[in-house]
């Protein structure tokens, strides 16, 4: 496969300007007729004679190609493996191309294809060009009209934009024809055609338009719409309160589809959704699905603006437009629920897993230089490190000035396809501010690391903060620059209270680190402080400083910024959790982690405190995140840290436990309302401490929860306890009545899918492969597989790591099958194989070999073969 690079970007030879789409619906043979007027575009270098028209196409039956009316002799266009070339005589014309295809044998899932009889798409990144020949790329933006034909067996016919006419053919089918008036780039077109049911709402903009809001599902799942229609509701609002934005159709659709590589899709008045990010009801839903939906309904609705308005010039800009909006959406989340927690989770997200890709082999900058496959660049360097880079613009400039730059911005570059240098420079332009060197951010890769050291001059009355930062080398990168970022600090005195900073009182001060090394002064100050340091997650960094643990206890205790709060905890058990490996793999005696036992009985005590933080700081550190942290990993020496470190707390702090338990556990009616669900999470949290002592009082417990069945956060939390710390022959009892009692439930089915699969008791690999075989599994459902195949190898440390290498021989395989329906899939669950650097010799060799076996088993997809090719260089 051919690599591309930013730096070879042309701008297109040819425009749309037009593009008139019908599809006459058939499983194995779909005719889709595309009318496209052409034009030479004034921006391409206009000597010498007018080039060839390059198409884009793959896996198509080209059927007839004309132009201006007149059907092309072949020997002016010439069909290649993917794509149209066409030769060229004028400046602009009609062309009309004729292609049949098959979505019901497309398990790609790109493109047009069946979830269970019901015809969707998707299109991004470059999956139109599975639907017919085009130049398939976010720079030619066009207006689109499209109709659809259908038997009538298949009621609702949907695509982008407003429905300008419907009726009936003469031999009785359904004929409905679409209009989007916004030009827009082929990745954003959508059709869905099927037996669907919908809801309706309203939301009347700032303006005073009224916008018809519908949200379309299989008739079964009707009933779990409701929190997704208030969800984008609160979203239309918020963009207009927050950033200015108003919706622009008269419709707005939302459709939920089964089978979804992704999470969703913002295509133009259309968002498809993965079943599982948009369907929830109180029984069947936990907390955590609660919030993800109502994040991603943002996300996709915020895309509006952010993606489909002002899109990206080209792939490798793909930060521009998911960089911003999962900032936006992140902010969003924030304010109709814990600010504090929300962040907590977004950093252990990217500390785990985007720190992980950072060290790894796929490393690469929030603007990509090269890729060979673009899909595999939807990555959390891209969506969560660039959503990092705009929270830094934000808290460097200040959110007044922030929203001056995005309302440039917007202005600016509607209807255009932009790059993140336009984005910066909006930033600058309407602030007057220089951030030059901020730019680096986007070219240069890989996770800095923050050392910092400080001295008080008590005469002076002075304190003196000595930043170093230092980037390492990634793959292809190397003698890394200083970056520029927003570093917030707070003195505490001994008291625990902020020290003030300056005339007006503040407490917090964000120093701006420019250089390889700087110092700080912070004048009056009394008395010697601890710091804190890196206050919110200013910055996406790996920050040193040698706290003790006194020090860490304090913070604990005392800091104002729940973010700090929680990451002393962190620091505390991170500590424990080094010092036990060691003592494990040294074959010495494993000693109880004191300092955080003490850390934690407090925080337990401190009923003052937001639940949900208490829940967090409770939470240790994944198997995942000691594994970024560490080199020559052990796996048995992190699962064995982890377990001690988990009984010492669970012994020690039983019967505190046990009394936050019985506070909490108040029967109230559910509501995913941030107050509540605060309170479930430490009560779970609770229950699985308590279970985990093995003790029949709290498996009692945990059985007595499972079985009131009030709400899917209670039941799948208690069930998960059950099967990590209960007796096996119960555990399968109580996993036999879940799945009698929800089997019809495909979002259900995923959960108890996942549970077992994820279980470090319960999901060896004999279960997992029972599990692949059970009736309701489906190798051609990405959520299924994540359910089960990531499930074990992405979320099941302990069992899939098994010292005979038989875990990674089973990831192996799955993936080399996977690879030959669905390679986006395939490559994305390879990913454990291809870290396989960072352990030590027995396993590397193990992981290594099992990659080896991928790569050697035959030709692979273009996704594959570059994630697989770079593990392996
Ligand atoms: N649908 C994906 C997202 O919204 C890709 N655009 O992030
Ligand atoms: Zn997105």
């Known amino acids: 496969p051919q690599t591309i690079f930013l730096k070879d970007y042309q701008v297109p030879d040819y425009l749309i300007d037009r593009t008139d789409l019908t599809f006459d619906l058939d499983p194995q043979a779909t005719l889709v007729k595309s009318r496209l007027q052409v034009r030479r575009n004034p921006a391409a270098d206009a000597s010498g004679d007018l080039p060839p028209l390059w198409l884009d196409g793959v896996d198509l039956e080209l059927l007839s190609v004309a132009v201006d009316g007149e059907l092309l002799p072949a020997q002016r266009y010439s069909e290649q493996t993917d794509?149209?070339?066409?030769?060229?005589?004028?400046?602009?014309?009609?062309?009309?191309?004729?292609?049949?295809?098959?979505?019901?044998s497309n398990t790609s899932l790109e493109g047009l294809y069946l979830s269970n009889g019901m015809y969707c798409t998707q299109c991004e990144a470059e999956g139109f060009r599975k639907?017919?020949?085009?130049?398939?790329?976010?720079?030619?933006?066009?207006?689109?009209?499209?109709?659809?034909?259908?038997?009538?067996?298949?009621?609702?016919?949907?695509?982008?934009?407003?429905?300008?006419?419907?009726?009936?053919?003469?031999?009785?089918?359904?004929?409905?024809?679409?209009?989007?008036?916004?030009a827009k780039p082929s990745y954003l077109f959508a059709l869905v055609a099927g037996d669907l049911q919908f809801v309706e709402d309203h939301f009347t903009t700032s303006?005073?338009?009224?916008?018809?809001?519908?949200?379309?599902?299989?008739?079964?799942?009707?009933?779990?719409?409701?929190?997704?229609?208030?969800?984008?509701?609160?979203?239309?609002?918020?963009?207009?309160?927050?950033?200015?934005?108003?919706?622009?159709?008269?419709?707005?659709?939302?459709?939920?589809?089964?089978?979804?590589?992704?999470?969703?899709?913002?295509?133009k008045g259309l968002n498809i959704f993965n079943s599982a990010c948009v369907l929830a009801s109180p029984e069947t839903a936990t907390d955590a699905a609660f919030q993800r939906i109502e994040a991603i309904v943002a996300h996709e609705y915020f895309h509006n603006w952010?993606?489909?308005?002002?899109?990206?010039?080209?792939?490798?800009?793909?930060?521009?437009?998911?960089?911003?909006?999962?900032?936006?959406?992140?902010?969003?989340?924030?304010?109709?629920?814990?600010?504090?927690?929300?962040?907590?989770?977004?950093?252990?997200?990217?500390?785990?897993?985007?720190?992980?890709?950072?060290?790894?082999?796929?490393?690469?900058?929030?603007?990509?230089?090269?890729?060979?496959?673009?899909?595999?660049?939807?990555?959390?360097?891209?969506?969560?490190?660039?959503?990092?880079?705009?929270?830094?613009?934000?808290?460097?400039?200040?959110?007044?000035?922030?929203?001056?730059?995005?309302?440039?911005?917007?202005?600016?570059?509607?209807?255009?396809?932009?790059?993140?240098?336009?984005?910066?420079?909006?930033?600058?332009?309407?602030?007057?501010?220089?951030?030059?060197?901020?730019?680096?951010?986007?070219?240069?890769?890989?996770?800095?690391?923050?050392?910092?050291?400080?001295?008080?001059?008590?005469?002076?009355?002075?304190?003196?903060?000595?930043?170093?930062?230092?980037?390492?080398?990634?793959?292809?990168?190397?003698?890394?620059?200083?970056?520029?970022?927003?570093?917030?600090?707070?003195?505490?005195?001994?008291?625990?209270?902020?020290?003030?900073?300056?005339?007006?009182?503040?407490?917090?001060?964000?120093?701006?680190?420019t250089e390889a090394t700087q110092t700080f002064t912070f004048a009056d100050i009394p008395e010697r402080p601890l710091p804190s340091l890196l206050r919110g997650f200013s910055a996406p960094v790996k920050l040193r400083y040698r706290y003790t643990s006194d020090q860490l206890l304090f913070l604990m205790q005392y800091d104002t910024d729940s973010f700090n709060r929680w990451d002393a905890s962190q620091r505390l058990a991170f500590e424990a959790l080094e010092q036990l490996q060691r003592a494990y793999r040294a074959g010495g005696e494993m000693q109880a982690p004191e300092a955080l036992?003490?850390?934690?009985?407090?925080?337990?005590?401190?009923?003052?405190?937001?639940?949900?933080?208490?829940?967090?700081?409770?939470?240790?550190?994944?198997?995942?995140?000691?594994?970024?942290?560490?080199?020559?990993?052990?796996?048995?020496?992190?699962?064995?840290?982890?377990?001690?470190?988990?009984?010492?707390?669970?012994?020690?702090?039983?019967?505190?436990f046990l009394k936050r338990y019985q506070s909490l556990d108040q029967r109230k009616p559910?509501?995913?309302?941030?107050?509540?669900?605060?309170?479930?999470?430490?009560?779970?949290?609770?229950?699985?401490?308590?279970?985990?002592?093995?003790?029949?009082?709290?498996?009692?417990?945990?059985?007595?929860q499972f079985m009131r069945k009030e709400n899917m956060t209670d039941v799948a939390a208690a069930l998960a306890a059950l099967i990590e710390f209960g007796p096996a022959d119960q555990a399968e009892e109580h996993l036999e009545s879940f799945y009698q009692q929800w089997q019809q439930d495909t979002q259900v089915v995923e959960t108890w899918f996942g549970l077992q699969a994820g279980s470090a008791n319960y999901g060896t690999l004999g279960r997992v492969r029972e599990l692949m075989s059970h009736p309701a599994f489906e190798f051609t459902n990405p959520n299924k597989v994540r359910a089960v195949v990531g499930g074990f190898a992405m979320r099941n440390f302990a069992q899939f790591h098994q010292e005979d290498g038989t875990g990674y021989e089973f990831l192996a395989e799955q993936v080399i099958a996977l690879d030959k329906l669905n390679p986006q899939i395939a490559a994305r669950i390879v990913t454990p194989l291809t870290r396989w650097r960072k352990y030590r010799t027995l396993e590397a060799e193990q992981i290594r070999s099992a990659l080896q076996r991928v790569s050697d088993s035959g030709e692979l997809s273009r996704d594959l073969y570059e994630v697989v090719s770079k593990a392996l260089e």
């Open 306 to 513: 952010s993606g489909n308005r002002v899109t990206c010039r080209d792939w490798f800009q793909l930060s521009l437009k998911e960089g911003f909006t999962v900032f936006r959406d992140a902010e969003f989340s924030a304010d109709m629920n814990s600010r504090g927690v929300k962040r907590i989770e977004d950093v252990t997200l990217l500390r785990t897993a985007q720190f992980a890709e950072d060290a790894g082999p796929m490393s690469h900058p929030v603007r990509p230089d090269s890729y060979m496959e673009i899909s595999n660049f939807y990555t959390l360097t891209v969506y969560e490190k660039g959503a990092e880079v705009v929270r830094m613009i934000h808290r460097l400039l200040g959110a007044e000035a922030f929203r001056r730059g995005s309302d440039l911005y917007f202005e600016r570059h509607d209807g255009c396809a932009v790059t993140c240098e336009d984005f910066v420079a909006a930033m600058e332009d309407a602030n007057g501010a220089d951030l030059t060197l901020f730019r680096r951010w986007y070219s240069q890769g890989g996770t800095p690391v923050l050392d910092v050291e400080d001295k008080y001059d008590a005469e002076a009355q002075e304190y003196h903060l000595t930043i170093r930062q230092h980037t390492p080398d990634t793959p292809g990168q190397t003698d890394k620059q200083p970056l520029h970022m927003p570093i917030a600090v707070s003195l505490l005195g001994a008291d625990g209270r902020e020290l003030s900073l300056d005339q007006e009182a503040s407490i917090e001060r964000v120093l701006h680190l």
């Open 207 to 267: 303006s005073g338009r009224k916008v018809t809001l519908q949200l379309f599902t299989e008739p079964k799942n009707i009933g779990k719409t409701a929190h997704a229609m208030e969800s984008l509701k609160k979203s239309m609002k918020w963009d207009e309160e927050v950033y200015g934005r108003e919706y622009d159709l008269d419709i707005f659709m939302i459709v939920a589809v089964d089978h979804f590589n992704m999470g969703a899709m913002e295509n």
């Open 597 to 656: 036992l003490q850390g934690l009985s407090a925080v337990l005590e401190n009923t003052q405190l937001d639940p949900a933080l208490v829940a967090k700081m409770l939470t240790l550190p994944s198997p995942q995140e000691l594994a970024e942290h560490g080199d020559a990993i052990d796996a048995q020496a992190i699962v064995a840290a982890r377990v001690f470190v988990r009984d010492s707390i669970a012994k020690a702090l039983a019967s505190r």
């Open 670 to 704: 559910y509501q995913p309302v941030a107050e509540d669900i605060a309170e479930r999470s430490l009560k779970n949290t609770c229950l699985s401490y308590l279970c985990a002592t093995g003790s029949a009082d709290a498996l009692a417990l945990a059985e007595s």
């Open 83 to 104: 794509g149209l070339l066409l030769t060229v005589d004028k400046e602009s014309f009609v062309l009309e191309v004729q292609t049949r295809i098959a979505p019901e």
């Open 131 to 182: 639907i017919t020949f085009y130049p398939d790329r976010p720079d030619v933006m066009s207006v689109f009209t499209t109709t659809i034909v259908a038997p009538a067996t298949y009621p609702v016919l949907l695509s982008n934009g407003n429905k300008i006419d419907s009726g009936t053919t003469e031999d009785g089918r359904l004929c409905v024809t679409w209009e989007d008036p916004f």
